[in-house]
């Protein structure tokens, strides 16, 4: 009687956390670090590299450690921040557990609210040969259903290998699916929305693309993709903001990369189907900057992490016909 009442014990309990929201699932785990509120200057000032994640919108929390989890795996920051966060956690807990009497609940407050609670990211650390360790910032957007992670600035770890062993993951079945994070876009650098510093950024990761791909077929077939996330209706209703929508507009953007493009190499050409090479370019909707200071995260990727259909973008990691039955 004693091993049944067990066992149904352990059957309620395996119960009650598969009905646990997927915010108070992760939530004793890993703990969810506060915005870098000096890193939208920073961007408009410095070229950053880092992810830019989308996912449903009110699910900020949960997709914010996914993400860290996930990337913790590939980002030497992650697995050390990680590691030191869960310490700090169990702390945390022992403390009010022996003030308390009992052991302190996870604070699962709304999972709607996507305001950061946690401790700060720990700064970096200096290793034997001297080298400090890279360090990402949480970036507070405003836009919902979206997560940027960025690099200090002259940091240019290789983004797009880490998106790259991720997808890899994914299809091969090595790694779970993710429940909350859709799509993890690999930031190589980050400029002001104008002209001559959008066609210099371009200009320099095709050369670096094209020095560490040398057997590409010629001529190069390239493709640009270009997404605004709605910033352009909000300027439009701002005065101040008048010169800036000109260079939101869609085909002056295609015009500038093109130029850029076939600047460094003459023997290119568009191809929309099967691009060697995609320049990808996302605004980005930083919080406390003016809305006049336009900065855009560019990259120029290789075809196996883009898809092209129904428009140019980075690739899913889970496929459409996984996530329809998901409630965002």
């Known amino acids: 009687m004693a091993e049944e009442e067990r066992e149904k014990e352990k059957e309620r309990e395996l119960s009650k956390e598969e009905e646990m929201a997927p915010w108070e699932q992760h939530s004793t785990v890993i703990s969810i670090p506060r915005f870098d509120y000096n890193a939208p200057s920073s961007l408009l000032q410095h070229s950053h590299s880092g992810f830019l994640i989308t996912c449903p919108i009110k699910r900020e929390k949960s997709a914010t450690k996914e993400a860290i989890s996930l990337l913790a795996k590939y980002v ?38 996507d305001v950061q609670e946690g401790p700060p990211l720990p700064p970096a650390k200096v290793n034997a040969e001297g080298d400090t360790s890279p360090l990402l910032s949480l970036v507070k957007l405003t836009k919902s259903g979206l997560l940027l992670f960025t690099f200090p600035k002259n940091t240019s770890p290789d983004v797009v290998d880490t998106v790259s062993k991720i997808m890899h993951s994914m299809e091969s079945g090595s790694c779970g699916s993710p429940l909350w994070c859709h799509r993890i876009f690999p930031i190589q650098a980050t400029c002001s929305l104008n002209e001559k510093e959008l066609h210099e950024v371009v200009s320099k990761l095709v050369l670096q693309y094209l020095n560490n791909n040398q057997k590409l077929a010629r001529p ?109």
């Open 220 to 328: 190069i077939k390239f493709a640009v993709g270009y997404n605004r996330r709605g910033v352009e209706t909000e300027l439009n209703t701002s005065k101040e903001a008048s010169n800036a929508i000109v260079l939101l507009d869609r085909d002056k953007c295609f015009e500038i990369v093109a130029s850029a493009v076939t600047g460094v190499v003459s023997d290119s050409v568009v191809d929309l189907k099967s691009p060697e090479l995609a320049v990808l370019i996302e605004l980005l909707p930083l919080s406390g900057v003016p809305k006049e200071s336009l900065v855009v995260a560019v990259s120029v990727l290789p075809r196996n992490v883009v898809s092209v259909k129904p428009r140019l973008c980075i690739k899913a990691l889970v496929s459409d016909t996984k996530t329809k039955g998901k409630k965002n």
């Open 76 to 113: 030497q920051c992650f697995n050390r921040c990680s590691s030191e966060e869960e310490a700090v956690s169990k702390r945390r807990k022992l403390s009010e557990q022996n003030t308390d009497g009992e052991e302190a609940t996870a604070n699962s407050g709304d999972a709607h609210d």
